[in-house]
């Protein structure tokens, strides 16, 4: 189990209006089916031989609501995600802050934020930018190490919700940023998120992106499956932000009540620095040995072609 001292401070709970938002969107509607569909996944983990037997089940239900309740889904997808930690050893191993000196830089380079409210329909915002804007500090490896490895820990939050909003500031992103974090880096994160997370994701804002930026995603948009593109906004400031969310959303730096970007983000990082002893513990939560339906689920070929060039992308 991870540690919530700092977590619970941190997060303000939701309103009972939200609890009731949210708990329709991923087709929860009463705690018997919860309790059910838990006991179903366990079962059925309990007779898979290449499966780990010490899951914790705050993950196992994480998958579950993430997917809204798809018991065949949840089960592709958790199993994917336990195979991803060896096919991505780049990704998952060495995670532990106290131990990892890529990690501590990840926290001085970039801010990696959960906003501690969710949004009026119970969504959780994530907020990413450069907190240091010189490309020569910047490592696409230790910075996408360090974003799965924070929304790992968020799954594990008992506080279910309605789906994910990404904003991301890219202010201070140059071309070096943009060369680094578009070439493999890109293809990993789609693969994941799409075959070995239980994200709902809801809406993308990219704020004062460089040209280089939006040209790249003048081309990729078109590649991508309709539900994912119709998500994605570009702003050229953050005060369009105020109607969306909301001020009381927004970091102060941004013209909201919150803190600031950077104050979260520190907030934040003492969240992932109390649970050390849990990223050591998930090294060794996977299976035994990679099913083929499921080396050919994460393998990128199958997606962006041996060259790497893209393919059509389709999202469930």
Not at 43 to 67: C, E, N, V
Not at 203 to 227: G, N
Not at 238 to 264: C, Q
Not at 288 to 316: A, H, M, W
Request: charged letters at 25%; aromatic letters at 12%; one cysteine or more.
């Amino acid at each position: 189990m991870i540690c919530r001292d700092t977590a619970d401070k941190y997060f303000r709970p939701p309103s009972a209006e939200q609890v009731k938002i949210i708990l329709q969107s991923i087709n929860e509607y009463d705690k018997g089916k919860l309790n059910h569909n838990e006991e179903l996944l366990k079962q059925w983990i309990k007779y898979q031989k290449h499966f780990p037997q010490d899951i914790d089940p705050a993950m196992t239900r994480s998958f579950l609501r993430g997917t809204k309740h798809n018991i065949d889904q949840a089960k592709r997808k958790l199993e994917n995600y336990l195979a991803a930690k060896q096919l991505y050893p780049d990704i998952y191993l060495h995670r532990a802050p106290i131990l990892s000196k890529e990690i501590l830089k990840a926290m001085e380079v970039m801010n990696v934020v959960a906003l501690p409210n969710l949004t009026t329909n119970g969504c959780r915002i994530n907020w990413f930018s450069l907190n240091i804007g010189d490309p020569s500090e910047f490592s696409s490896d230790y910075i996408m190490k360090f974003i799965f490895m924070f929304g790992d820990l968020m799954f594990m939050m008992n506080q279910p919700v309605a789906g994910e909003i990404i904003v991301i500031d890219a202010s201070l992103a140059r071309p070096e940023h943009v060369i680094a974090f578009f070439g493999s880096v890109v293809k990993k994160l789609i693969i994941l998120l799409r075959n070995a997370y239980p994200i709902r994701l809801h809406q993308v804002h990219v704020i004062k992106a460089p040209h280089m930026v939006d040209k790249f995603m003048s081309l990729i948009k078109p590649l991508l499956h309709p539900k994912i593109r119709d998500k994605i906004y570009f702003h050229k400031d953050a005060k369009s932000l105020m109607t969306t969310f909301g001020i009381e959303n927004l970091p102060s730096d941004y013209g909201g009540y919150l803190k600031s970007l950077r104050y979260l983000a520190l907030d934040c990082y003492q969240i992932i620095k109390e649970n050390i002893t849990w990223f050591e513990r998930q090294q060794h939560i996977k299976l035994s040995y990679i099913p083929e339906k499921v080396q050919t689920d994460l393998n990128c070929n199958e997606y962006f072609g041996v060259d790497g060039s893209f393919r059509q992308l389709n999202v469930d």
